[in-house]
């Protein structure tokens, strides 16, 4: 390697120029990735956080709107239990409320009606968990939005009333908006749109959105499906279901992919204009007896020397950044497994870009170097 090391130590400043642009591209690549985690957090962590295997929603509800339109009842809840597989069910309700705090705070609410005390409901890392009949307990960033354990949220339109008990210790939303577990009795009449004193209809009493399911093992889902009148998804497919989930990743997975194209194309042009240049002193070398195997890994060594540098360099530039920005309203989420597997992958889509250009170091004729001293 000796030809790599001393072109890397001769040409410093022409692989710094080099190296700095592979490191602004994997500056966009960390915070794409950190964009990407938040946007994930801010739409489905409350769905993330919940312990199901699955979801069954009414027979026939499409996907993106299962949350919105899906209403099932207490008797498909029971054959769901009966089906094998199947550990633990309970229903589970989820809608959308506008509130204002007692201290004039307004505030979005994504509510999850559950039952007190079934798998569903959550753990608290502030106050008390979920039980009375007009407490709610509210997502860690429902606090830091101005709510506070004790304080009373007042539903517009209707006027139901309901007191902060809690506080679970992590980010719990559902599209973009903060989650507040409710009682399922306290959920079914905000569903309905009984306010105080308003009686609840009969039927109303045993529904709720979907059927949230626990299972031992494999669960066959069409089966549990065709006795209880229900369409299952998965839980991670379910997050589809999420308000601008789908098309928010989508968008910046296909950002991530172009990106991803394009750092293995320059990186490839670099490469394949340091090449030419070298080819000389690679001819040279070959005439002098060099292996065409020695100077491929020559050229792929110092490929490797500048991606590596550069690409950990604009890691820990974007990882800097990223810290910065997590502070603010930008959903924004550092995770070191996507952080790490985006660096990888730029190193091996640079080292491929670069391998295509070393490629023509193996064409190199010994007679280019003499003919070149005519």
Same mark, same amino acid.
């Given at each position: 390697m000796f030809l790599a090391l001393r072109e890397l130590r /001769?040409?410093?400043?022409? /692989? $710094?120029?080099m190296g700095s642009v592979v490191a602004l591209i994997a500056v966009l690549v960390v915070l794409l990735s950190g964009l990407s985690s938040g946007l994930v957090n801010d739409g489905v962590s409350g769905l993330q956080r919940l312990p199901v295997t699955a979801f069954a929603f009414n027979h026939g509800m499409k996907l993106d709107s299962a949350f919105s339109r899906s209403v099932v009842d207490r008797e498909q809840l029971d054959r769901w239990r009966q089906q094998p597989g199947v550990r633990d069910a309970t229903l589970f309700g989820n809608m959308l409320v506008n509130a204002r705090s007692s201290r004039d705070v307004p505030i979005d609410l994504a509510m999850f009606g559950v039952e007190p005390g079934s798998f569903l409901s959550p753990p608290v890392a502030e106050g008390a968990g979920l039980g009375a009949p007009d407490g709610i307990v509210v997502s860690r960033t429902a606090l830091e939005a101005g709510l506070r354990v004790g304080d009373t949220v007042v539903i517009d339109r209707i006027g139901t009333r309901f007191t902060v008990v809690g506080a679970t210790a992590d980010q719990r939303t559902y599209g973009h908006v903060d989650v507040a577990y409710v009682p399922l009795k306290a959920w079914q009449r905000l569903h309905q749109g009984a306010g105080p004193g308003d009686e609840l209809r009969a039927s109303a009493a045993t529904e709720a959105t979907a059927i949230a399911l626990q299972a031992d093992g494999d669960l066959d889902l069409a089966a549990g499906d065709a006795v209880a009148g229900t369409t299952s998804y998965g839980k991670v497919q379910a997050y589809g279901a999420s308000p601008g989930y789908t098309a928010e990743t989508s968008t910046l997975q296909l950002i991530q992919a172009f990106l991803y194209a394009i750092s293995a194309l320059v990186v490839g042009a670099f490469f394949t204009v340091w090449t030419i240049n070298r080819r000389h002193e690679l001819a040279v070398l070959r005439a002098m007896g060099a292996a065409r195997s020695y100077l491929l890994r020559d050229g792929l060594v110092q490929a490797l020397v500048v991606l590596g540098a550069s690409i950990a360099a604009g890691i820990a530039v974007g990882v800097g950044l990223g810290g910065l920005i997590s502070g603010s309203a930008v959903p924004f989420a550092i995770e070191a497994p !996507? +952080? *790490? =597997? =985006?660096?990888? *992958? *730029?190193? +091996? *889509?640079? $080292? !491929?870009? !670069?391998a295509v250009a070393i490629v023509r170091i193996a064409a190199v004729d010994p007679l280019t170097a003499l003919g070149a001293q005519r």
């Open positions: /001769f040409a410093r400043w022409r /692989f $710094t120029l !996507a +952080v *790490l =597997a =985006a660096g990888v *992958l *730029l190193v +091996v *889509l640079g $080292t !491929a870009g !670069a």
